[in-house]
């Protein structure tokens, strides 16, 4: 009789156990999948656009703070936010504001592709051909700890004072960089990737376009993110060292400007701009890009 009753007890035990499991993959499984439904305007805007506003705020009240409380007094060496903003007052009402910022732009992202184009197919030959690794590899690492101010002086020898310095400068900043990223991330890529490639057929430029880059993707990136600070600082220090009229007036010609004429007010606006040009790229190609790769991979959690 006392078996009887335990049986099914005993019987119900492995069911409950299932229905656990069971739970607990259906609650994994929806770890997994992406959170649906818009983000709320109140929350994006505490999120992600009140911290850099109060960020900037904070910034200005501690500049104004320095001149008001006469920490600072000499205006030649700390001007106001006023007369950095009636800077940029004045080269707007003068149609001149946007023109400082596109020569700067059109010549960095130009520079940039064409460090693009050269550096990732030569990061892939150095990853992947051992010889080329051996040649190169220590090469590409001095050239990228080599300051790229070095190289606008034998530029300007070499070509003039025209734009194809400036390419070449950018170029010398940039590819280094973002081929050694593109090697990290190789080098990063799971053996059992490669060999899963070549069991599919994906062998030479198929294997390196289907396996070697997708899976290099990080490495990758980061390695593009590197060159493109790299490309902004080699064309701001081309276009402060080697000015010319036909050259136009980009941000770092601009900013030598201010030097020149010992305008503390026109040197901060250009370091704005310049810094403004920074973030402002970061937010819109390589941030999204960031998100996007993580995004493929799992591992971006939206908040």
């Given at each position: 009789m006392a078996?009887?009753?335990?049986t099914?007890?005993?019987?119900?035990?492995?069911?409950?156990?299932?229905?656990?499991?069971g739970g607990v993959?259906?609650?994994?499984?929806?770890?997994?999948l992406?959170?649906g439904?818009?983000?709320?305007?109140r929350?994006t805007?505490?999120?992600?656009i009140l911290?850099?506003?109060?960020?900037?705020?904070?910034?200005?009240?501690?500049?104004?703070g320095?001149i008001t409380?006469h920490v600072?007094?000499?205006?030649?060496k700390?001007?106001?936010p006023a007369?950095?903003?009636g800077?940029f007052?004045?080269?707007?009402?003068q149609g001149?504001?946007?023109?400082?910022?596109?020569?700067s732009?059109s010549?960095?992202l130009?520079g940039?592709?064409f460090?693009?184009?050269i550096?990732?197919?030569?990061?892939?030959l150095?990853?992947?051909?051992?010889f080329?690794?051996a040649?190169?590899?220590?090469?590409?690492s001095?050239?990228?700890?080599?300051?790229?101010?070095?190289?606008?002086?034998?530029a300007?020898?070499?070509?003039?004072?025209d734009?194809?310095m400036?390419?070449?400068?950018?170029?010398?900043?940039a590819?280094p960089s973002?081929?050694n990223g593109l090697?990290s991330?190789?080098?990063q890529v799971?053996?059992?990737?490669?060999?899963a490639?070549?069991?599919?057929?994906?062998?030479?430029?198929?294997?390196?376009?289907?396996?070697?880059?997708?899976a290099?993707?990080?490495?990758y990136?980061?390695?593009?993110?590197?060159?493109w600070?790299?490309?902004?600082r080699s064309?701001m220090?081309?276009?402060i060292?080697?000015?010319s009229?036909?050259l136009g007036?980009?941000?770092g010609?601009?900013?030598?400007n201010?030097?020149?004429?010992?305008?503390m007010s026109?040197?901060?606006?250009?370091?704005?701009?310049?810094?403004?040009v920074?973030?402002a790229?970061?937010l819109?190609?390589?941030?999204?890009?960031?998100?996007?790769v993580?995004?493929?991979?799992?591992l971006?959690?939206?908040?």
């Open positions: 078996s009887t009753e335990t099914p007890a005993r019987d119900a035990e492995p069911a409950g156990q299932d229905l656990g499991l993959e259906a609650g994994l499984d929806a770890l997994e992406p959170q439904g818009r983000t709320p305007l929350k805007f505490v999120d992600k911290p850099p506003i109060t960020a900037v705020v904070v910034v200005l009240l501690l500049w104004q320095l409380f600072v007094d000499d205006p030649a700390l001007p106001s007369d950095v903003g800077e007052k004045d080269a707007w009402l001149t504001l946007l023109g400082f910022i596109w020569t732009v010549r960095g130009l940039f592709l460090a693009l184009a550096g990732t197919p030569l990061g892939l150095v990853a992947r051909v051992k080329v690794r040649a190169i590899g220590p090469v590409l001095g050239l990228q700890s080599l300051p790229s101010v070095a190289w606008v002086p034998p300007v020898i070499w070509l003039g004072l734009n194809s400036m390419y070449a400068v950018i170029l010398l900043g590819v973002i081929a090697v991330g190789v080098d799971p053996p059992l990737f490669l060999r490639g070549r069991t599919m057929g994906a062998t030479g430029l198929r294997g390196a376009w289907h396996i070697v880059l997708p290099a993707l990080p490495g990136l980061a390695g593009l993110k590197q060159g600070a790299f490309s902004w064309l220090a081309a276009e060292i080697a000015s009229p036909d007036i980009g941000l010609a601009l900013l030598e201010g030097r020149n004429a010992s305008s026109m040197v901060f606006q250009a370091i704005v701009l310049i810094l403004f920074g973030i790229i970061d819109l190609i390589f941030s999204p890009l960031e998100r996007w993580l995004r493929s991979r799992g971006f959690v939206k908040s």
